[in-house]
T-cell receptor
């Protein structure tokens, strides 16, 4: 398995622009998580899905952030409009429930810079 | 918040020495997990210890859990330069769905 795939790996954009981050979870995993990592706040859970349904989005910072999972193999995190304080590394992770193992598998992350 | 706190924030040792990192948390958990993050990479799961376990081993890793003190420690024995990374504890109070990560310990192992 290729692991969790994220694109793009790096994104530089200007304030006010729309940003879309993409994630392909590990095949067969039924949970998908979006995290944000910054020096100031560490690693924060933004939202997670189970079987493509958003379960908890209490970590989404503002209405400017939205996430979707149209099918089991694809999810997007969108920021519109973007602001400089959104600059961070965004990670997607997935987990499978078969076998009862709760560990999460992380993608390589998308480093977002908003100028 | 259930965020774990890690101690020390940074640790520098020589190759061959042991490295110990500590994690404290605030409320009851199902399990506690340790992850490693190499610079510029995603997190990689290392080891999990359940709330009813006190000690667990995996290769050169040894994890302990003291639920009465709400603390855990990760010991890396006979460290190698390749162990240089940041190490995070993650508390799990919702069966793997709501991991709360600590701030991490940055470990540097000098050759």
């Amino acid at each position: 398995d290729a692991g969790v795939i994220q694109s793009p790996r790096h994104e530089v954009t200007e304030m006010g622009q729309e940003v879309t981050l993409r994630c392909k979870p590990i095949s067969g995993h039924d949970y998908l998580f979006w995290y944000r990592q910054t020096m100031m706040r560490g690693l924060e859970l933004l939202i997670y899905f189970n079987n493509n349904v958003p379960i908890d989005d209490s970590g989404m910072p503002e209405d400017r952030f939205s996430a979707k999972m149209p099918n089991a193999s694809f999810s997007t995190l969108k920021i519109q409009p973007s602001e400089p304080r959104d600059s961070a590394v965004y990670f997607c992770a997935s987990r499978g429930t078969s076998g009862g193992r709760p560990e999460q598998f992380f993608g390589p992350g998308t480093r977002l810079t908003v100028l | 918040s259930q965020q774990g706190e890690e101690d020390p924030q940074a640790l520098s040792i020589q190759e061959g020495e042991n490295a110990t990192m500590n994690c404290s948390y605030k409320t009851s958990i199902n399990n506690l997990q340790w992850y490693r993050q190499n610079s510029g990479r995603g997190l990689v799961h290392l080891i999990l210890i359940r709330s009813n376990e006190r000690e667990k081993h995996s290769g050169r890793l040894r994890v302990t859990l003291d639920t009465s003190k709400k603390s855990s420690s990760l010991l890396i024995t006979a460290s190698r330069a390749a162990d240089t990374a940041s190490y995070f504890c993650a508390t799990d109070y919702n069966a793997g769905n709501m991991l709360t990560f600590g701030g991490g310990t940055r470990l540097m192992v000098k050759p």
